[in-house]
């Protein structure tokens, strides 16, 4: 039997959220696995130069420790969230739990290159299982006039982690060897695996006669794997002709795994959901929105160091004020959900941080910090008022049976931006050399206005329930 085999829905299509106060012990287990899986992408950057001196290996070799973390999970995000539509997101989840803290701990045993970056592979698996199904865990937990509220709070908690990896790594560094990066995960992870199995709802609605894809599973791993591959080595000036191999092979299996999913009721690349057209326009939205956050937050560093002489504590400092005032921004955006169309609020959102992101490109050398912070902070709190809105709609606009496959897309829009926005800082430096971080900004601000233009096409949209 295929997954065309007339399935049919079964179960609580009328669902409506837990109440307190499972509801504050289900959002605890689901923003501790969020964290952790987010936080351990950057946690052990510091940490390179550290790991590579003791495990003897170059400086350009340690930095697989990274990336097979990263490429493990872009190549799994959509076929773990279409397994959560039909195992059931608390049991993807459950065993993303376990598998990312085993994970951890032999990370934290590793004595060679290659068992750490091995580790580190499980550990992108259980991450991969976590985020595909975050966002649709935040569904099913919160009532429908409060998935605002949640949408706004799970943003809250990935942009805290997603900077807070160099703080606590420093931290945990001057006390204690790497190892301790990961091991701090295990305690946190046998508590969340607690919780989880004890608060989080099973999926109200399942559909029964459809089956797991395997031949669409390692399509779409080669077809994301072989994208990051292409993308990385063109950003690290690896010779043309293999980059121009890559690219044909990617052409080749893309379009296979494409053709494959056309005409799928439940595809795994979500065709049927990115035919909607105020879907299709978030995702969109989505992936300019995080390339310009990651363009801005991977080349300010060396704009903060080379034209105004910080130091690397105060360019952390001053970088801080970015993701601290999302913080506070991305929860009232949440609120103001049921108040304001979210194509607005996203739209106003994108504006400001185009403000932001212009300014900081033609911002003076002879600027003070408070210059600086006011700047950073306009682009931080525009992304803010913009992912909340726009995380909701894209959930929101999917139906019941689908939300693992738009949770699965969500995170797959989040990590390509991030990834083209560091591969393109990279290919700027090749191109303009110091004054590259400049360039960065002002590509950042023109994607910025791209993604407010198709915030605001979604008012013609009709709203999803």
């Not at 390692?218 to 002709?241: K, M, Q, W, Y």
């Not at 959102?349 to 003070?368: D, K, N, Q, R, Y």
């Not at 959930?395 to 990590?415: D, H, I, K, V």
């Amino acid at each position: 039997m295929n997954d065309e085999a007339e399935p049919q829905l079964v179960g609580n299509l009328e669902w409506d959220g837990l109440h307190r106060p499972r509801i504050y012990y289900a959002m605890a287990a689901t923003f501790c696995g969020l964290f952790l899986s987010v936080i351990d992408g950057t946690i052990c950057n510091v940490a390179l130069p550290e790991i590579a001196a003791q495990l003897s290996v170059s400086s350009s070799d340690s930095i697989w420790i990274v990336n097979a973390f990263q490429l493990v999970i872009m190549m799994l995000l959509l076929p773990f969230s279409s397994l959560g539509e039909l195992w059931g997101y608390k049991q993807v989840y459950l065993c993303g739990i376990v598998v990312f803290t085993a994970g951890s701990l032999s990370c934290a045993l590793s004595y060679s290159l290659v068992m750490l970056v091995i580790s580190r592979i499980f550990q992108g698996i259980g991450a991969a299982m976590i985020m595909s199904v975050n966002t649709s865990v935040v569904k099913l937990i919160y009532p429908r006039r409060h998935l605002g509220e949640g949408v706004g709070l799970n943003a809250t908690v990935v942009a805290i982690a997603s900077v807070a990896g160099p703080s606590l790594s420093a931290a945990i560094l001057a006390i204690a060897p790497w190892p301790w990066l990961f091991a701090i995960n295990l305690p946190i992870g046998i508590a969340t695996f607690i919780m989880a199995r004890r608060y989080l709802p099973n999926n109200p609605v399942k559909v029964v006669g459809r089956n797991f894809n395997w031949h669409d599973t390692v399509l779409n791993a080669a077809t994301f794997g072989l994208f990051i591959g292409c993308v990385e080595a063109f950003s690290h000036d690896i010779e043309p002709r293999v980059v121009a191999c890559g690219v044909a092979v990617l052409l080749v299996v893309g379009a296979i795994y494409v053709r494959s999913q056309m005409g799928r009721k439940y595809p795994m690349l979500p065709f049927d959901l990115l035919k909607i057209p105020i879907f299709s326009t978030s995702v969109a939205t989505s992936v300019l929105s995080f390339t310009a956050q990651m363009l801005g937050m991977v080349a300010m560093p060396f704009l903060l160091v080379n034209t105004f002489g910080y130091d690397a504590v105060g360019t952390g400092l001053l970088m801080t004020s970015w993701p601290l005032v999302i913080v506070f921004v991305a929860p009232m955006a949440g609120w103001l959900i049921s108040k304001v169309h979210p194509g607005i609020l996203g739209g106003v959102g994108l504006t400001v941080m185009s403000i932001g992101c212009f300014s900081l490109a033609f911002v003076s050398p002879g600027e003070g910090h408070f210059g600086l912070v006011w700047r950073l902070m306009l682009c931080g709190a525009g992304f803010g008022m913009f992912q909340s809105p726009n995380n909701h709609l894209l959930l929101s606009s999917a139906p019941p049976q689908r939300a693992g496959s738009a949770s699965g897309m969500l995170a797959t829009a989040r990590l390509t931006g991030q990834t083209t926005g560091a591969a393109l800082v990279a290919m700027m430096f090749h191109i303009f050399g110091p004054t590259a971080p400049h360039y960065a900004m002002l590509l950042a601000g023109c994607l910025t206005v791209c993604g407010t233009i198709c915030s605001l096409t979604r008012l013609r949209e009709r709203m999803p329930r």
